[in-house]
C-alpha cells in the first residue's frame, strides 16, 4: 500500500456500517470542509 504524502488528498474509500450500508469519505468532504478520521482498534 502506499503511503500518501503531505497535503495529498485521501482516495474516495466507501466504509461499510454494522447494519450493511455503506459510506463515501467524499459523502463527508468538499465545499471547504474538513473531515478528522480516527481508527479505533476495539479489544474484547
Same mark, same amino acid.
Given at each position: 500500500?502506499?503511503? %500518501? ?6 482516495? &474516495?474509500?466507501?466504509?461499510?456500517? /454494522? &447494519?450493511?450500508?455503506?459510506?463515501? %469519505? =467524499? &459523502? ?5 470542509? =474538513? %473531515?478528522? /478520521?480516527?481508527? /479505533?482498534?476495539? %479489544?474484547?
Amino acid at each position: 500500500m502506499a503511503r %500518501l504524502k503531505i497535503g495529498q488528498p485521501a482516495p &474516495d474509500i466507501v466504509l461499510p456500517f /454494522l &447494519d450493511g450500508r455503506t459510506a463515501a %469519505l =467524499s &459523502d463527508y468532504w468538499g465545499d471547504g470542509r =474538513s %473531515l478528522l /478520521l480516527i481508527f /479505533l482498534r476495539h %479489544l474484547a
